[in-house]
């Protein structure tokens, strides 16, 4: 007899560094999260648009500008190995949606207010909060001029934390002008640098030709008084750009909503223009901003659209998920209202009938299925119609057959009043339907009604 080789053991797969895998215990989070900011979106008129996850390359280097960190280090790219293309996989949402604006003519008919979610890809340092595949949420305006869109986006953002229960979020703002003010005040900003450049740390010396606005971003404490006396963009600004700023602090001032002028608060790409905002957070460590937003009304002519003018903001949802579960109330909801328990063959078959009878009435159901232990006693099957959250079980076995009827028990009443109650077969819906509608602690918000 040959001997029996021992198979061997086969490897596991995990996920990839950075891409996490969102479990259901964590899932009914983002549900909440999505439901909520699209129903606000929809309530301002914004549109749903979703473009590709794949973009060709030129695109991202094209709109965030090809010496950046995102372009040169962060970026997905990859050559297609059918037809040599170079593609990349978004780091962003906001050149796509802008190329499908162009491409499908959206602004010909009028401004468009539009919103996107979902996955962007980064290569950076896995941390906290900040993940090699994350989510991002998003609104693009296009096509409006006026401070008030700025406003808008700005107030829809506001109620979505009220909405979703988020205090600790503040807002910063501030006005970047246009192109050629801020390049009158970089003229003026540097010289003033130049002059102090023996103070300078070797980041801010290396930055001051390249991008000097960053230096005023700096964390060293030694630059705090250099950078507090610099030449501000603000004083820079046109009679155009000033208006426009006011008009957005006026329309925020007359709704209440707070905000501090940030002057310090820049883009690092060049497409912003004008309005530029972030609201941002202590409660998540060092990454403070959950979204930013502003102005980009060059972007869509240098994608080779008509000059169109354009605003939005994205918001990384991970954190804001961090930010729900450091807010408390996290517990899952039910998973359903209705959990079915059955033993024997024809109750199998009867349980089916009623379990999508009670699905036609728009209430979720559970029906206990065999696993490899087999169908499981009715003591074992009532333990997991507990655990599923479920108001009732109810109970099909040979009696019932027999009786043409089913055992339905409430689960959720006061320990010893959780009655038990034997209903015929057909009318067992309508017992259902009566009982969880009367019940006004019900809280299970439905999708069907």
Known sequence: MSEQKKPEKVEKITAVKGMPDILPADAHLWEIFENTAQSILQSYGYQNIRTPIVEETRLFARAIGAVTDIVEKEMYSFEDS???????????????????????????????????????????????????????????????????????????????????????????????????????????????????????????????????????????????????????????????????FNGVKNLLDRNAVQFTVNPRLVRGIDYYNRTVFEWVTDELGAQGTVCAGGRYDPLVETFGGKPTPAVGFAMGIERLIELMKSAGDTAAPAQCDVYLVHQGEEAQLQAFILGERIRDAGLDVILHCATSAGTGSFKSQMKKADGSGASFAIIIGDDEVANNTASVKALRGEEGEQQQAVVPFEEVVDYLVHEITCDHDHDHTHHHH
Request: aromatic share 6%; with cysteine; hydrophobic share 35%.
């Open 82 to 244: 059918m037809n040599g293309d170079l593609l990349t996989l978004r780091p962003e949402g906001t050149a796509g949606v802008v190329r499908a604006v162009i491409e499908h003519n959206l602004v010909y008919e009028g401004p468009k207010r539009l919103w996107y979610k979902g996955q962007m890809f980064r290569h950076e340092r896995p941390q906290r909060g900040r993940y090699r595949q994350f989510h991002q949420f998003g609104a693009e305006a296009v096509g409006f001029t006026g401070p008030d869109i700025d406003a808008e986006l700005i107030m829809l953002c506001r109620r979505l934390w009220d909405d979703l229960g988020l205090e600790n979020i503040r807002l910063e703002l501030n006005s970047i002008g246009d192109a050629a003010e801020r390049a009158r005040h970089r003229v003026d900003l540097i010289a003033y640098l130049e002059k102090h450049e023996e103070s300078l740390d070797a980041e801010a010396k290396r930055r001051l030709h390249t991008n000097p606005l960053r230096i005023l971003d700096t964390k060293n404490p030694a630059l705090q008084d250099i950078v507090n006396n610099a030449p501000k963009l603000l004083d820079y600004l046109g009679e155009e750009s000033l208006a426009h």
